[in-house]
C-alpha cells in the first residue's frame, strides 16, 4: 500500500503559554503543509528519508505507534517513508506537532490498510510525542494540525482537554495578517515553557498575568468573529506586552514589533516564543503590505501570508 498524509501548520493567534496553566487559547491551521508518504516494499527494510525534520522525533513516533498497535507484523515486511515540508522548522508554526501527526497517521493507515483516519486517536498519540519532546505540553499543536480550523483550546488536566472548532471564517475586511520570520530560536519550546515556569514563580502577580492573557485572548476571538478591528489590533498589541513581561521575546523580535507599531500595525510574537536571540514567527496586523516587506528586508527576514483556517489532517490512497 502506498500512502500521503498531508498535515498543516499552525499559529496560535493568543493564548501562549498561558494555556499550558489551563487558560484557554486560539489557533489556526495554515496552509503551509508538511507530506509523508509511505510506501510498502518486499525488501524486509525500514528506510526513514525524514529530509529537514528530526529524526528523533520521527523515530519517536514510530515507537508510539508500533507500541499501541496490537499486531504489528504488517511492518516486517519492510517500508519507505519520505517526509517533505513547507512549514519552517522551529519557528512556532508547528513543524514537530505536524511530523508527529502526520507519521502516526501514515503508519496507522498502513497497518490497518485503510486510509479512513481515526483523527482522535491520532491526535491523543500525537500529545504523547509532545510530551517525550517537550515536557509539559498544553496539546494544542497537536490538536490544531490534527483537526485544522479555528481551535479554541483548553486543557483543563492531562486528561481532559477541550476544543472547539469555532464555526465562523476570519472575515474578508481582517485579511491584513501577514507572518515574518525573525528566525529560529536557540531555545526549544521544551526549555520556553521551563523558563516560563519559573518566572511565573518569582512573579508576585503570576495569576493576574495569565488572567491578563486570557482577557486579551477572549479579545481577539470577539474582534475576530463581529468583525471589530480596533478592539483586535489593540488586543495583539497588549498581547505581546504581556509575552515581554512573561519573559519570552528577545531583543531583536522586540524592535521589530516596536518597528512595525511605529508604522500602524500591530505585532506579536506566535509560540514559544525565544528570549537569547530570535523569537521565531511574528504575527503581524497591517493594512500595507509594502511595508510589513520593507521592515521584513531592511533585517534580512522572510514575510509571508498565509491562509487562516485550512482543514486538518488528509490522507490519500495513492493505489487507488
Ligand atoms: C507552543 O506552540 C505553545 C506553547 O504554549 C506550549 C504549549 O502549549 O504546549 C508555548
Known amino acids: 500500500m502506498n500512502i500521503k498524509v498531508s498535515v498543516p501548520g499552525k499559529i496560535i ?37 525524514a529530509g529537514k525534520e528530526d529524526p528523533v522525533l520521527v523515530k519517536e513516533a514510530i515507537k ?70 517537550h515536557g509539559n505540553p498544553s496539546g494544542i499543536d497537536n490538536s490544531t494540525v490534527t483537526f485544522g480550523g479555528v481551535i479554541w483550546y483548553r486543557k483543563e488536566f492531562d486528561f481532559l482537554k477541550t476544543l472547539w472548532r469555532l464555526p465562523f471564517k476570519i472575515a474578508a475586511s481582517l485579511d491584513n495578517f501577514h507572518l515574518v520570520n525573525t528566525g529560529k530560536p536557540v531555545e526549544t519550546t521544551g526549555e520556553m515553557v521551563s523558563l516560563v515556569s519559573a518566572k511565573l514563580k518569582r512573579l508576585n502577580d503570576s495569576q493576574n498575568l495569565l488572567d491578563k492573557i486570557e482577557q486579551e485572548t477572549k479579545k481577539i476571538t470577539v474582534g475576530l468573529r463581529e468583525v471589530k478591528e480596533d478592539l483586535l489590533k489593540k488586543a495583539i498589541k497588549d498581547n505581546q506586552r504581556l509575552l515581554e513581561k512573561l519573559g ?37 496586523y497591517h493594512h500595507d503590505q509594502e511595508v510589513i516587506k520593507k521592515i521584513a528586508r531592511k533585517y534580512k527576514l522572510d514575510d509571508f501570508k498565509t491562509r487562516f483556517g485550512v482543514e486538518g489532517i488528509r490522507v490519500e490512497n495513492l493505489d487507488l
Not at 510506501?39 to 528519508?49: D, G, H, Q, V
Not at 512595525?260 to 511574528?282: F, P, R, T
Open 64 to 133: 508510539i505507534v508500533k507500541e499501541t498497535l496490537e499486531d504489528n507484523k504488517v511492518f516486517d515486511n519492510g517500508w519507505e517513508l519520505t517526509i517533505t515540508s513547507k512549514i519552517p522548522v522551529g519557528v512556532g508554526m508547528g513543524s514537530s506537532a505536524a511530523v508527529s501527526v502526520g507519521v502516526i497517521t501514515a503508519l496507522m493507515a498502513l497497518a490497518s490498510g485503510d486510509s479512513r483516519i481515526n483523527d482522535k486517536k491520532i491526535n491523543d498519540l500525537a500529545y504523547k510525542v509532545e510530551k517525550k519532546q
Open 13 to 49: 493567534l493568543s493564548g501562549e503559554h498561558a494555556v499550558v496553566y489551563g487558560k484557554p487559547a486560539l489557533a489556526v491551521a495554515v496552509d503551509k503543509y508538511l507530506t509523508v508518504v509511505i510506501k510498502s516494499c518486499r525488501n524486509k527494510k525500514e528506510l526513514i528519508n
Open 248 to 284: 519570552v521575546v528577545g531583543i531583536f523580535a522586540k524592535t521589530i514589533v516596536r518597528e512595525i507599531e511605529q508604522s500602524g500595525g500591530v505585532a506579536k510574537i506566535s509560540g514559544a516564543g525565544g528570549i537569547k536571540d530570535k523569537s521565531g514567527i511574528l504575527l503581524v
